[in-house]
């Protein structure tokens, strides 16, 4: 898989001269399923080359958010870009340049590691030598090559995890969604993968990273938007947003902003109510 | 304790918003009358589902209450085994009625109420009481195996209470036994909305006590010695074999005795020289210490005053379903959570496919394949449907047994030219058989929306597939060349056979016929895309309507074929005239409209409008998938 072409297929992104059009550029986005708003009204824009963080509690709307992102989700209000294409308009312009690792994927069980990845392929109308050289490239740097004709139903979940980037690698896509991408993978997995988000984003590519786990948040993101009750609470990079908040880790800036400043109160409390139920 | 302590508890499976999605489809003004009325039907089932609920979970509470002494002396614990029933029993019921609402639980047992009125029907013609009795128990008992082998394997492994029971201190025999008075209770209801309509007509019969009594017990006996026959069978797999492995040997057990059934009925009576059912019945008193059915038959002569002349059937009738019993409790009574643990978790070893011989199977298919698919989406269609079909264990038992009928059924008629000598009219008139492949087609159709990963096509949704017509256009060849052309052309082999190379050119146009069917089959059936729909299994194998259609085309097809036979050469424009369709059928496959695949190829910004549309215009066979959608997408107003 070759990074160090020019990242975009798209119009604007990554030009020399001008200031860079924003990969990514949300206006105004409204959601609400039945009664409940889930998006209220979000604003940003997201440069090319970055490591986005977007986090928030459960149900703050970051898993909608990126459902509307990737052209899964429609009928909501407000405009959306993705690399320089409406999502309203032409989501299959945008899938053709997003790769997408959702949290807990459901995977053909039956299909082999190389089925699954030439079906991707294909969809995205890889010609088939390339799906098949690039695979094998990423796939030899998970060390799964040698799984390659497994089915997926024997895989563990970090081995699962890897096939997942590997699919959504595949297509050498410039923007990626990662939603918890190091969930089930070991220390030297983990670690890997940071540093191969790093060095995407060093080559161009945009991850627009969703985690709960504050400390790869903190470490990989050079910029961290955090959602509540669908509205942003907070947008910046983790030393502004540690600065704002004057409480070190960016699990207590998390803290601070979503459940207030009782938060460390809040949770000694429930612990001991907890604790007491089991007296 | 019982265990309707809280009847009211919403299933955590069921969504709030279920039901509710029927808004935009009625549209205007004049709706409200109707969704008035869709309320209450709503209302009625739901109180319908909720009784049959209570009605298993009492039967359940009872049987373990009746049971709880000889629970304590296998050393099993009553309460375990309550409260995993609870759980179970509620769940699968709720289960059953699934997304939309819709019961199918209840349909179960009013398919099981026509079952049992077809067979009732059959043997009233039958005048000897122990004949029609051995007829009756028999017919039950091959209803309560099926029934029993296709609910044992996901009523025993279990997924969403296994992990919990593995984890907790509970022994084999609690587990075991509480999962064995959930098949009986599931089993049991469907049992008697089949055995209600032969009993009824047997009350008309012989309307004596004797007759309640023998059949009542021997129903009980015959569903007791066929649940324990099953467990024993499936237990005895799971020791002798690995895991994974004995997934596919009760599948293909599965599908061997239903290919046996239904081949011993259609080929049985010529193989046995055309004697009739009734002689055959009489004749067998050699095997009859093997064969349950005799025990009923020879119990209710004896209640209506026949002679006590063999103790031995009499004894058996009792002796061998306690038996029965008392192996599956021998065979469960170590072990066996930790085998299902491992049959649910799975074996990787077993799983893998040695590198370099992936291409083995069906590779000489690829030339072909290759001249027909250029497109690389309409190929990935193929090969997902390729794959999938050949290791999805719900397809394949769905649909293979089908394949091995439509040959049973082909051979069985060229009995007819093997025995009364060659066809007096033409070759056609023995090609009629190569058209039998296509009978079960919609079936296919059918069962491949559905697998048990079919949350999995995200993956498609994800993707920038602007023509999704391509994908079904790739399904269907895969299931022309893969499955329906290969059996046909099985079955000409036969034809060949018996009616020499004369008969070629009226093969060639069965085969044409059926490669063209299909893809007809695939477009009007309600296309989907490929092995994209969770599994559920309470989705019906098919329905009847449609294999009647698919029997009025196939007929169509003879007939035609028949007359245009009469006309020398005309065959081979038949040839041609198929050819040309299939590829007619094909175009029309690839250049499909996304709401005519899949509601959620919509463009997203669009989705409202479109979905809407997409209702108005459903088919039949789409409708259930527009819900889903809606579901899916809940902002509709």
Known sequence: MDLSTPLCHDRGVNEATTPPAPIVRISELRHRYTSTEVLAGIDLELAAGVVFGYIGPNGAGKSTTVKILTGLLGGFRGQVEVCGHDVAVDPLAVKARIGYVPENAILYEQLTIREFLELVGRLHRLPDALQKERAHGILAGFELESRIDSRIQSLSKGMRQKVLITAALLHDPPLLFLDEPLSGLDVDAARLVKELIRALADRGRTIFYCSHNMDVVERVCDRIVIIQNGSIVADGTYEELSEAGKHGTLENVFALLTRGEDA???????????VGSLA | MSFEENPEDPSPLESPTQGEDSGPRRGKRGSRRSLAKQAIRRERRARRAELLETTALRAASIIVVILSPALLLLRADPSAVRAILGAQLRSEFRRQRGVTERNTFIMKLAGGLFLGALAAALLFVIPIPSVWMTLAQGALLIFTVFGTLEAVPHLLIDRRDLAVICSAPVRDLTFFVARVIEIIVVVGLVIGSQALPMFIAGLIKWPTLPFALVFSIATLLSGLLAVFATLILYLGVLRIFPPQRARDVILFAQVGLTVLLFGSIQLGPRLAGKQ????????????????????AGEWFRVALGGEMADTRLLALAFLVPLLAGLGALAIASSGLLSRLGAAEGGGASDTEVAPGNRQRRGAFLDPLVRRIIRDPVERAGYDQF????????????????TLALSVIFGVGYLFNFVEDGPPVFNGSLLAIPVYFAYLYAPIFVLQARYSDDGDARWMFDVAPISEPGRLVAGMGVGLALCFLVPVSLVIAIGVVAVGGVEVIPHVLVGVAFIAFATLFTVEKVGPGLPFSEPFR??????????????????????????????????????????????????????NMRPREVDVRWFPTGKNSAAMIAAIATARPGQVSSVDEALLDDPEEP
């Open chain 2, 537 to 590: 299994p309470q989705v019906g194998m098919t329905n009847f309507g449609l294999l009647m259609l698919t029997g009025v085309v196939q007929g169509t097809a003879i007939g035609v074929h028949l007359v245009v036979a009469m006309v020398p050469g005309a065959v081979w424009g038949l040839l041609v005239l198929y050819g040309v369709l299939a590829r007619l059928m094909l175009f029309r496959l690839r």
């Open chain 2, 276 to 295: 009739d059912i009734r002689a055959l019945v009489e004749s067998a008193t050699a095997a009859r210490d093997w064969i349950p059915p005799y025990y």
């Open chain 2, 386 to 401: 390729r794959l999938l079909s050949r290791r999805e264990r719900g397809f394949r038992l769905r649909t293979y047994p």
């Open chain 1, 264 to 274: 460390a109160r809040d949770v000694r409390v429930r612990v001991d109510q907890i």
